[in-house]
């Protein structure tokens, strides 16, 4: 009897210690599951952030405006006292052509700058600059900036109807690039690029760089000891009421602008293609937290005023 008894007690206890022991393996098993779940869902979560971060803006996305774009080019340095850079197929495809106004640095002609203002034609821009050596207040930048105006209206011409005259970039290296700041009161002007600018006079006369109205690209050298940023560029940024990026490309000299514009010209193509093509895609390399001028070490940027609310549509010209 005792025997019996002592049997049905072990039967009991094994049955508590069966019972517990399933219990702590459900929930070992839960507790995998659970880590399995964690692993997966953490896995997912690091693909899609890596497939985002390979979609964003890089580096390699300069080399587009950094090389010719897709349009053969033409040229006339003879062009009613102006030099003028297009691309030969005028109007493919019903393009409208964006004007860039260039003005020359003091002493200089357009010829000097005939690559980069070549490279910006063959981006679908058509570039105009008056073989000016002193442009000065800019009146015979304003006058190169109507006739091309007058041209898209004259039905004899072969920019008849090709030009988009509501959409101008006025753009110069040293003299001209002051000479850029007093076409302020133009409402025709879209966007200004000023190239190793000089604060002097003209840059000063009437107050014109606190009275601008259209977007700025102020681009600068930290070596240039003709203007030297900190008394130029530096103050007519801190001046400027209007959205502006402010470049500073290290080590590069007051003539850095010269010939191609070297690291100078895929930046102002960009811009060319953010203000007078309104294109998505450019806009990239210089608005947001993952813009490109951030990740480019070989330059110091800033930037004031500026509306990151505003989205472009419109894709790169083929």
Known sequence: MIFLIDFIRNQ?????????????????????????????????????????????PTLENLIFYEESGPFDVSENKDFEENSIYYPTDLGRDGMKHPIVVWGDGTGALPSSYSDLLRHLASHGFVVIGPNDENTGEGETMIAAMELMISKNDDPLSPFYQTLDVEKICVTGHSQGAASTLLLRERDDVTCIVPLMLPYNVYVNHGGSMSSQNAPILLIAGTE??????????????????????????????????????????????????????????????????????????????ASKNILNTIIFLKQIPT
């Open 12 to 56: 009991k206890k094994y049955s508590i210690s069966y019972e517990l022991l399933m219990k702590k393996k459900s929930i070992f098993v839960i507790v995998i599951i659970t880590a399995l779940i964690t692993i997966s869902v953490l896995s997912i979560g690091y693909t899609v952030l890596q497939s985002r971060n390979n979609d964003l």
């Open 224 to 301: 240039d000891l003709i203007c030297p940023p900190a008394t130029r560029s530096d103050v007519a940024y801190s001046l400027s009421p209007v959205p502006t990026f402010y470049g500073k490309l290290i080590g590069a000299n007051h003539f850095e602008a010269g010939g191609d514009a070297g690291e100078i010209r895929k930046y102002l193509t960009a811009w060319c293609y953010v203000q007078l093509f309104e294109n998505a895609t450019a806009r990239e390399v210089f608005y947001g937290s993952n813009a490109i001028i951030h990740q480019d070490l070989e330059w110091i940027w």
